[in-house]
């Protein structure tokens, strides 16, 4: 029969102990309770504790707070081969050899990489639902602006800056707030606030603000984005229960780099795809320009390598020199001033 020791057993949740018997298994330890109940701790489950040479031998399972056995007799200790304890330390360091050696490669390069691709294959009615939703979530209450004579001008400028080709619907709303900003959702969902209609200095201005939102959403990005973060939070996940605090410090820096590179490159193909439109349109490509310059006043204030977009200075100096390449065309206005003035308006009743 196989030898057993008394202990006194803590669930981790009360003071209150109960006494048990414990008995060495090939697995790990087998403890029986009072009421007959039994359980296994596997070696690599349990860690063994002793605080002081004479003390009881102390077994914790769990986190914190850990379930606790102590054990008085020494004797115990004996059964507990070395190896039992090896296996988590081991265990342990392969895994923080494979976050720090493949895991931020996977990161940083492969799922931003694979997500690319992935979005191509996703059916714009998938990215329209995933938009709708998005957009609903976000912004639950928004108060839509509708006069009707802004709204035919808002129509006319979308209808001139969509191509016969394209496979999405632009729904494009003016959402009543001072917010200087334009945010396109998969699907062919774009806001525009209030703010931005009233800081820009043309119809042209707002066109080339349009025609960038835009190209966020014929280019996917918006779907790109949402299968990269689900990744990665999968990943995330995955670890933290696996890494110690260090490994999950590097696996956090490692994925805001990889977010804010990533964002970079998408902002960046927008502004060259979205200029393109413009001059293919026939809308001067200049305005788009000025449009950029009045946003610096509002952009983030941290340098491009924290920031989830291009620096504003850098981002102007890359458009100027690309339409510098384009050789000399006619535009006219996207909208007469009338049209523009009602756009403007479209949130007074």
Known sequence: MAAKWKGNYFDGKSAASQKV?????????????????????????????????QGP???????????????????????????HFKRPRYLSLWLALLAVLLIPSIIYWGIPGASGWFA????????????NYVVNELFPDRRICQAD?????????????????SEYNFKVEVVDSDLVNAIAFP?????????LLEKSPSADALAGVLAHEMQHILHRHGTENLLSQTALSGIFRLLSGEAGSLAKTLFDGVHILSILKYTRQLEEEADESALML???????PAAMIKMFQVLSKHSSPFPEAISTHPDMSSRLERLE?????????????????TSWESLQNICQS
Not at 149 to 165: F, P, W
Not at 187 to 195: E, K, Q, T, V
Not at 322 to 335: A, D, G, M, T, Y
């Open 321 to 337: 020199t690309l339409i510098q390449q384009e050789p000399e065309f006619k535009s006219r206005n996207v909208l007469t001033e």
């Open 187 to 195: 699907g062919g969902n774009i806001l525009i606030f209030r703010g």
């Open 120 to 131: 191509r294959f996703v059916p714009v009615s998938v990215e329209e639902q995933l938009g």
């Open 21 to 53: 018997e414990i008995q060495h298994v090939s697995e790990g330890i087998l403890i029986e309770f009072a009421d007959g109940r039994m359980r296994v701790w596997r070696h690599y489950e349990f860690r063994l504790k002793q605080d002081r040479p």
């Open 57 to 83: 031998i102390r077994l914790e399972y769990g986190e914190f707070p850990p379930e606790i056995i102590e054990v008085e007799d020494p004797s115990f200790r004996e059964g507990l081969k070395e190896r």
């Open 149 to 165: 004579a802004g709204r035919k001008a808002l129509d006319e400028m979308v209808m001139r800056l969509t191509t016969e080709e």
């Open 278 to 284: 413009l001059i293919k349109s026939g809308v001067d």
